[in-house]
């Protein structure tokens, strides 16, 4: 069964500072999706990742996957108080489109 | 171009009750997928459409259904509520041939009381 965990599962940090959330799973995926989502809203997306070494950047948030590793990482570069949110990362299953699975997600808390 | 968009936007029911939700896709896509997000945690898959078609089921019980209809539109419903169905009900839509992106409504979110 595929398993997707995420850590830290809280993050507070101060405004300027960088910081990494980590996203492993347990098996074979063809695509990992990262998603912020804002108290009392949906989800909004911010990353596709489809092969093994991708690189993805959006303002301060960069994205990158490791297949061999089962592992993403979304990195935080100066953090700013408009980043704080909650952030998931999502995998699907290998050959299958239809079954989304998201870790817990790591609710980020930027202070001045 | 509307993106993806759900009815109603909250929703307050008794427990024992039956409720329907209901979710248009953005333009162009043909598949539906519906999520359950209880506070505090990541969607779960409840399932997914298309043609009109349940795809693939995630882990819910049969008290789960739902609908597609010729205009991609879709339906969720859940019947004898439980206070445990208290959760923010998101769907997604996309394209199954070709796309990788899901794009998430606003959700709808149900208390059951």
């Known amino acids: 069964e595929l398993k997707v965990e995420q850590n830290p599962l809280f993050l507070s940090m101060q405004e300027g500072k960088n910081y990494t959330i980590y996203c492993n799973y347990s098996t074979t995926s063809d695509r990992l999706y990262w998603y912020r989502q804002d108290p009392g809203k949906s989800l909004e997306s911010l990353f596709v990742l489809l092969s093994n070494g991708a690189v993805k950047q959006e303002g301060r948030l960069m994205a990158s996957l490791d297949t061999k590793a089962r592992l993403s990482t979304l990195h935080i570069t100066a953090a700013v108080h408009d980043l704080s949110a909650t952030y998931f990362c999502a995998v699907v299953l290998q050959y299958n489109n239809n079954d989304m699975r998201f870790g817990a997600g790591t609710r980020l808390t930027v202070k001045p | ?113």
Request: net charge neutral.
């Open chain 2, 1 to 113: 171009d509307a993106g993806v968009t759900q009815s109603p936007t909250h929703l307050i029911k008794t427990r024992g009750q039956q409720v329907t939700l209901r979710c248009s896709p953005k333009s162009g896509h043909d598949t539906v997928s519906w999520y359950q997000q209880a506070l505090g945690q990541g969607p779960q898959f409840i399932f997914q459409y298309y043609e009109e078609e349940e795809r693939q089921r995630g882990n819910f019980p049969d008290r789960f259904s739902g609908h597609q209809f010729p205009n991609y539109s879709s339906e969720l419903n859940v019947n004898a509520l439980l206070l445990g169905d208290s959760a923010l009900y998101l769907c997604a839509s996309s394209l199954l041939k070709g796309g990788y992106e899901q794009y998430f409504g606003p959700g709808t979110r149900l208390t059951v009381t």
